[in-house]
């Protein structure tokens, strides 16, 4: 396990063929950068999803991998070759654009979803067979002769993205597609696309500030905060071994506590932390100041007397709840380990162990879901 605090980007990228590289690329608006990203490539087949918060510059970023604003500086390539946004017509026909709201013509939905092919001169005979199987790949095709301002914001969505892939872009561009739409609508929406995406190995660029968005669709995801990319790699690597503070605070890891290495036993860093130890699947140089990251999710909760029994994770850290808070999908319990350490459990888990402020329990998580940073924060 390496020890990082710096932005990673992915090193085999070079050895893949790439459908949209940026290089050098700043948009400057006034005085300050709105973007600056030295290297960013989409892979042929893939899914990129660019993941950061409000303002980070993920729409600017949209805006020139999509050939729709001119960088200040630097250069797009598309199929390896310089393109410039002023002069990029031929080239932006091969890519298809869905954004938050459909923006569904007032006719019905097969007319909708023929749009693209009529302005690519598609002929009429043609176009029906193309539209009928991509309203029934997302299940939408029973709504043919419906008017598009009847739909649900589902179904909105789904006519949407049919439109876009009926073209077969060469580069699928996803702006906050998801956002507009209620929880099970967008779960089954997300499901349904990665499915065709992934059967299709459609080159798609998601922009999403949503993270379990990225988890279900891409391939790698690139985290963008201040404009700038800040790592860049496998979708579970950023999930899993996030490169920076920063960046492992928006990816959702909630403990971060500094320590010391103290010792090393088959492959296994034991790190000194307010007192107590953690071992992290890996290796480390001893007297090295790190960080220990721990995911809430990766964390369980135990009655100190079953503790024990109920696991062979390494670390087993005996604490006192502080806090229980409610939360999408799951209960956040913050314990008192001698460091505030987050768990993620059911509501179940909560009767059912009786937890409760001030009771104790034992925090339980494996030596391979912890990460190090290296240095103090």
């Not at 500086?73 to 199929?79: A, H, I, L, Q, T």
């Not at 026909?93 to 598609?122: E, I, K, S, W």
Request: charged letters at 20%; hydrophobic letters at 50%.
């Amino acid at each position: 396990m390496a020890v990082l605090d710096s932005p990673r980007l992915d090193s085999s990228a070079a050895v893949v063929t790439p459908a949209l590289v940026l290089a050098g690329v700043r948009v400057r608006y006034g005085s300050a950068d709105a973007l600056s990203v030295e290297a960013l490539d989409v892979r042929d087949g893939e899914t990129l999803a660019v993941i950061g918060p409000n303002g980070s510059g993920k729409s600017t970023l949209l805006r020139v991998l999509g050939l729709l604003e001119r960088p200040t500086s630097g250069e797009v390539r598309f199929r390896g070759r310089p393109v410039d946004a002023g002069s990029a017509l031929a080239e932006r026909r091969q890519m298809a654009t869905v954004f938050q709201q459909p923006l569904l013509a007032d006719m019905r939905v097969r007319d909708n979803v023929a749009l693209g092919l009529a302005f690519r001169g598609v002929p009429p005979a043609a176009r029906a067979p193309r539209v009928l199987r991509w309203l029934e790949r997302f299940g939408v095709a029973a709504l043919a002769s419906r008017r598009a301002t009847t739909l649900s914001g589902g179904e909105a969505q789904r006519v949407a993205l049919a439109r876009a892939l009926v073209v077969e872009p060469t580069v699928l561009l996803l702006d906050e597609p998801f956002a507009a739409l209620d929880e099970p609508t967008r779960q089954a929406l997300v499901a349904d696309l990665g499915a065709i995406l992934r059967a299709d190995r459609v080159t798609t660029v998601l922009v999403t500030h949503d993270r379990g968005e990225a988890q279900a669709l891409a391939d790698r995801v690139a985290v963008l905060l201040d404009g700038r990319v800040h790592q860049l790699d496998d979708a579970a690597r950023v999930f899993s071994a996030p490169a920076s503070e920063p960046v492992a605070r928006f990816v959702g890891v909630e403990t971060i506590v500094a320590g010391e290495v103290v010792g090393e036993a088959g492959g296994v860093t034991i790190v000194g932390v307010a007192g107590r130890t953690i071992e992290v699947a890996g290796a480390a140089t001893r007297g090295a100041h790190v960080r220990v990251c721990i995911r809430p999710e990766d964390v369980t909760l135990a009655q100190p007397a079953e503790h024990a029994a109920r696991s062979s994770a390494r670390n087993h850290l005996a604490g006192t709840i502080t806090t229980i808070t409610p939360a999408a999908g799951h209960v956040r319990i913050v314990v008192d380990c001698g460091f505030p350490l987050v768990a993620a459990v059911t509501s179940r888990s909560v009767t059912e162990l009786g937890l409760r402020p001030g009771a104790r329990v034992v925090a339980i998580f494996k030596a391979s879901a912890a990460h190090l940073l290296s240095g103090r924060p």
